[in-house]
């Protein structure tokens, strides 16, 4: 479990420990949206927990671990796309430089970003594998 997950865990924790009129459903509305479904779900869960709603509870829990997971997951995605993104422009880069190699005869400099290039798509291609295995959800 990564810095943020453990942040917004506790997060979730510390909301549940407060009586329900401590936190309104508008504040909810201005926290960014995966933190804004969370809230959302929290509020409606300290709700029902004093209602000893015991099949509230249950769906309400289930649903604020799915929203956690997909956040987490929809987190990695973006970290992924904007890594993918820097290798992109960097390869995008090298083949320039690559095409004045060779066009100024310059084999040494050519093989030189040739090699990163290859470097480049390797990383690229490993990094989509890894982006196929992070979770989707339809939150």
């Known amino acids: 479990m990564n810095k943020t997950t453990k942040q917004f865990v506790v997060t979730c924790v510390l909301l549940s420990t407060l009586p329900a009129f401590a936190l309104s459903l508008d504040d909810c509305k201005e926290l960014p949206d995966c933190e804004a479904q969370a809230c959302e779900v929290q509020y409606k869960l300290n709700i029902v927990k ?37 290798i992109y422009k960097e390869m995008r880069l090298n ?8 066009k100024e005869g310059q084999t040494d400099s050519a093989k030189k970003y040739q090699t990163k290039i290859d470097k480049n798509k ?18």
């Open 122 to 139: 390797t990383a690229i291609d490993k990094m989509s594998t890894q982006l196929g295995q992070i979770k989707t959800s339809s939150h």
């Open 95 to 102: 083949k320039i430089k690559l095409d004045e190699a060779l």
């Open 50 to 86: 004093r209602q000893y709603k015991q099949k509230e509870i249950d769906q309400l829990t289930l649903e604020l671990e799915e929203i956690t997971e997909f956040c987490e997951s929809d987190k990695q995605r973006s970290i992924f796309i904007g890594e993918m993104d820097a």
